[in-house]
């Protein structure tokens, strides 16, 4: 069975408000986890069944008739998610990880032994998960969390060079299928001046490179307004079948972290330089 999930809000800045509670955002990929008749069943968040992908959680020992929300991550050695090894994992057929763990990760309940809790509070749903899982292991566990403190924690988790934290209103409600401002999320983005030197045909990406030259990646995300200044503007070198090449064009994004390659990850437009 599955249920559209509830969406996070964006937020700029953390703030510290006790009606809420703060956890850590977690580097992976979205996963609703049922178990009925017995039989557990794993779906991404756009209800796609993925459920031989990961072998490991078909015996979990949860009641029948549960639905949980959560989060399926891969470890590095040092503990910290690895989205780069998730994604790998992921799109292998052999299922294997070397030195890395998988962990599904928990932070909600939908339906709990057959009956909906989708609208108790989200209070009392993180009481019936210490009754769902009540020991955690490094395949199954709770996300931990705690009351108010978001700025402290947003600070800790810049320090850790970690993605970023969830803001949730303790009386929030599961809003299946719903985007909800009683959830937040603050992103610990990173910020760089990079040059613009290419435009891709057909569907829109600029090609960016560090200003040593060597290549930052594809931005994708720009809005309308400064594409337009950007086609009036741009000075072409060349082209081939895939790009237009142009005079760099010196701007500043922001992305999550730099892939293992270098790249900037999910780079984003914030200003011309």
């Not at 998960?129 to 978001?150: A, C, R």
């Not at 988790?157 to 969830?166: A, P, R, W, Y």
């Not at 600029?206 to 930052?216: C, E, H, Q, V």
Request: with cysteine; aromatic share 10%.
């Amino acid at each position: 069975m599955f249920f559209s999930p509830m969406l996070l809000q964006k937020e700029d800045t953390p703030f510290d408000d006790d009606s809420y509670i703060t956890e850590l955002k977690l580097d992976g990929i979205r996963l609703e986890l049922s178990k009925f008749d017995e039989k557990v069943k794993l779906y991404t968040r756009h209800n796609n069944d993925v459920t031989t992908k990961f072998p490991e959680l078909l015996k979990v020992d949860i009641p029948s008739g549960t639905v949980l929300d959560g989060e399926i991550i891969v470890t590095d050695p040092e503990g910290k998610p690895d989205f780069e090894a998730m994604m790998s994992r992921f799109m292998s057929k052999r299922n294997i990880l070397e030195e890395n763990t998988l962990s599904y990760v928990v932070f909600d309940v939908i339906q709990y032994k057959g009956k909906a809790v989708s609208r108790l509070p989200l209070t009392e749903r993180k009481q019936l998960l210490n009754e769902i899982i009540p020991q955690d292991t490094s395949l199954i566990s709770k996300v931990k969390y705690i009351e108010g403190n978001s700025t402290a924690y947003f600070d800790l988790v810049k320090q850790l060079g970690l993605e970023g934290i969830v803001m949730k209103r303790k009386d929030s409600r599961y809003e299946v299928g719903k985007r909800s401002h009683s959830w937040l999320k603050v992103i610990n983005y990173q910020y760089e001046d990079v040059l613009i030197t290419g435009i891709r045909k057909g569907e829109f990406g600029l090609l960016l490179s560090f200003p040593d030259n060597k290549p930052a990646g594809l931005m994708e995300f720009m809005p309308t307004k400064e594409r337009k200044k950007l086609y009036q503007s741009h000075q072409v070198v060349s082209e081939n079948d895939k790009y237009i090449c142009i005079d760099p064009i010196k701007v500043n994004v922001k992305y999550r972290n730099l892939t293992k390659r270098g790249f900037l990850r999910i780079p984003s437009f914030v200003k011309w330089i």
